[in-house]
């Protein structure tokens, strides 16, 4: 019976991961995205977008890091998204940001660090539980 169940819920997961996968590939609309792209290409004032605009590597230990950072793949767009959240929520202080990178690697760190720590040395001595 425990067999069965087991593989009922290996099956659930592998359908859930291909239906992920499927819906990840998928083209999103985004109605408003596209429409203030409009309004922006037919404007008359020249905008400048913030996505062309590197962050600089100088000006303090904090700045320089995340500036590390933000070289990885994706992760200068998670700033600047963090940034903005940051400046809606009222807190528009520029080390606020650095600061923010800065906690999130630490808690990042640790995590993997006690999921080293927690993580049996062989997985030969692990036994199933059926």
Known sequence: MVLILVFIAAFATIVGLIWVGVQLFQEQEDPVGDR????????MVNTQRTATQRRKAGGGFLNRFVYVISLIPGADG???????????????NKAAVNVFVVCCF???VLLMA????LQPSSSASWDPPW
């Not at 203030?36 to 404007?43: A, D, G, K, R, Y």
């Not at 998670?78 to 528009?92: C, F, M, P, Q, T």
């Not at 006690?114 to 720590?117: C, L, Q, Y």
């Open 78 to 92: 998670w700033i600047r998204d963090n940034e903005k959240k940051l400046g809606r929520a009222g807190i528009r």
């Open 36 to 43: 203030l792209q409009e309004l922006q290409t037919n404007s």
């Open 106 to 108: 630490i808690v990042m």
């Open 114 to 117: 006690g999921m080293a720590w």
